[in-house]
């Protein structure tokens, strides 16, 4: 079975600076992982994913992850935030060899002016 | 398109009663999916469907039935309401062209389901 932890509910950033958004996940298999975006009062939109080859990936919005298996993490990046990034991030996993998909308990970016 | 869409938007429900949810999709995906989010537990997966006709457990399936009769529709059922299913409702689906769940998810705007 696979799971994945956000360690951060709250991250609170000024505008224009760095963000680092922290998920590490558990699994005795090769997995898939995926960071998904939830703007106020909508349903999720992929930001980015994982499934093979190079460990850096960049996603939209100017956002970029990267796959670390010997600390078992994949940690979302951006390196100035904007106003309209305040939302709900949640890390997410499944496997090729699994049938459940699990997302983490998300964490709540708030960009302050 | 629509993309995906769920009905209805908003429910409040009585302990015992029963209700259907709808989700529709128009982008010729295979697997669909139903979660629920709650706060601070994220999105659970109740159930999901590889393609017409067939249905699948997920993390909590407990007090929830599925039927996908037709490609484009997921219907999530629940036959006794309790306070405990109070929670926001998300139906998703996925072109499922890889064969298992790796393929990115379209989410619906959800449903808002109260249960008193």
């Known amino acids: 079975a696979q799971s994945v932890t956000q360690l951060d509910s709250q991250v609170p950033v000024f505008e224009e600076a760095p963000v680092e958004l922290r998920c590490n996940y558990s699994s005795s298999v090769s997995v898939y992982l995926f960071w998904y975006v939830q703007y106020p009062n909508q349903g999720l939109q992929l930001l980015l994913k994982?499934?093979?080859?190079?460990?850096l990936v960049k996603g939209i919005n100017g956002f970029e992850a990267e796959f670390n298996k010997s600390q078992t993490s994949f940690h979302l990046r951006k390196p100035s935030v904007h106003i309209s990034d305040t939302a709900e991030y949640f890390c997410?996993?499944?496997?090729?060899?699994?049938?459940?998909?699990?997302f983490g308990t998300g964490t709540s970016l708030t960009v302050i002016p | 398109n629509a993309g995906v869409t769920q009905t209805p938007k908003f429910r409040v429900l009585k302990t015992g009663q029963s209700m259907t949810l709808l989700c529709a999709q128009d982008m010729n995906h295979e697997y669909m999916y139903w979660y629920r989010q709650d706060p601070g537990m994220g999105l659970r997966l109740i159930h999901y469907?590889?393609?017409?006709?067939?249905?699948a457990k997920g993390e909590v399936p407990d007090g929830y039935n599925v039927s996908r009769l037709k490609k484009q529709n997921f219907l999530l059922g629940l036959e006794s309401a309790a306070p405990s299913q109070t929670s926001v409702y998300f139906c998703a689906s996925s072109p499922g062209l890889a064969g298992d769940l790796r393929d990115t998810q379209y989410f619906g705007p959800g449903t808002r389901l109260t249960v008193l």
């Open positions: 469907s590889v393609g017409e006709g067939t249905t």
């Open positions: 997410a996993v499944t496997s090729n060899t699994g049938n459940q998909f699990y």
């Open positions: 994982y499934l093979s080859g190079s460990t």
